[in-house]
């Protein structure tokens, strides 16, 4: 599975971006998909998850602010991210987990700056 992630840039704090990520190759129907972020000189963090099922679930820092979402169809999963803090700059990876694989996209930066 490849991964393509896309959608960072720089952006005022209170403000929103739209992270997107399409995956393409041998997609199994069930599996799960996250959002995960890496600040400079951090280890990389969980964000945001979603399930084939439609199940989400968020870390505490983003819960209210950071949606997860998918479109089955296009085999995207999208991180709408309202109401942005310095603190979330970062690159933001997605990844991609079936029964037998994990896969990395390359990373998107994002950076929320005045």
């Known amino acids: 599975v490849q991964l393509q992630a896309s959608g960072g840039g720089l952006v005022q704090p209170g403000g929103s971006l739209r992270l997107s990520c399409t995956a393409s190759?041998?997609?199994?129907?069930?599996?799960?998909m996250n959002w995960y972020r890496q600040a400079p000189g951090k280890q990389r963090d969980l964000v945001a998850t979603?399930?084939?099922?439609?199940?989400?679930n968020y870390a505490d820092s983003v819960k209210g602010r950071f949606t997860i979402s998918r479109d089955t169809a296009k085999n995207t999963v999208y991180l709408q991210m309202n109401s942005l803090k310095p603190e979330d700059t970062a690159v933001y990876y997605c990844?991609?987990?079936?029964?037998?694989?994990?896969?990395w996209g390359q990373g998107t930066q994002v950076t929320v700056s005045s």
């Open positions: 190759g041998s997609i199994y129907r069930i599996n799960s």
């Open positions: 990844r991609y987990m079936d029964y037998a694989r994990t896969c």
């Open positions: 979603i399930t084939s099922g439609g199940d989400t």
